[in-house]
């Protein structure tokens, strides 16, 4: 049984500047020192158009969070009108080689009959701090033959010479109840190099019941010799929001999900009392800790928990 303890709120937009106005979604963690971390997150403008912030968070012995430093700067902005992330650039994913950073990225664009599409890009840092695209369209996993509609969340492992992605593709769209639904689940792709990426519709977690609609945001580690997978997932027969689910592999491909496993659930009030979901898992002074979004799908920030034994 993974027995979080929520450790409290950490972080949420305060508005000063214009491109940061509200949410900070999808946290990625990587490390800077044994117990300083750099955050980045997807925030939004006013007009709901989302780019890639970070943070620099330091946690205290007694797991208490500390902010360093927020940028003041996206690291990406939009891409021209018409572009596949016109409407949006946010970061899922990153991923060290050598000395260059890849960060993978969902790109939005809005709709007409369905409110948006999202294809993912990949951009570039040698420094860690400054980031370019690596081409003005999609790149890594967009529309096909195999992901017709939308795709998401990419998710990156390199093992040996081989790169193992987990990502979301959207099946449909559907009314329902008055609601329009999109159904999408996680599936899996692999590459030699990182960029050009091989997928054939091999689906790694599926929908578990008639309640389920979207399962979202892998999250991968290799441990113990098998993959373990956060990821978040709607609905089930008392919930519509979204929770933290929970699987394991081993090699990357075949999934038993544990969500039962997981404690992590909505608070009684406050910024996490609606939904969970995004979960991004790190180590720090010998514990497991996760940041998380509540609210809104991170409207309200993320918070952290610590696995207890």
Known sequence: ?????????VYAPDGTHE????????????????????????????QGHSRPGWLDLGIEPDFQPVILEVGTTPLLDLGDRGMYDDAGVMPTCLMQQGQRTY???????LGKKVPFFSFNGIAFSDDGQHFTKCSPG?????????DPIS??????LKANDHWKMWYVSCLRWEEVAGELLHYYHIRYATSTDGLNWKREGQVAIDFQDEYEYAIARPMVIFEDEIYKMWFSFRADRNHRTYQVGYAESPDGIDWQRKNGQVSLQPSIDGWDSEMVCYPYIFDVHGKRCMLYNGNGYGRTGFGLAV???
Do not use: C
């Open 138 to 146: 999609p790149a890594a996993i967009w529309r096909d033959a195999v």
């Open 307 to 309: 696995l207890e034994e």
């Open 19 to 46: 491109w940061s106005q509200s949410h900070a979604q999808m946290p990625i963690v990587a490390a800077k020192s044994p117990d300083s971390f750099r955050v980045y997150f997807s925030t939004r403008d006013a």
């Open 151 to 156: 795709t998401f969340a990419p998710f990156v």
């Open 1 to 9: 049984m993974q027995n979080w303890r929520k450790v409290g709120h």
């Open 103 to 109: 960060l993978f990225y969902n790109g939005w664009t």
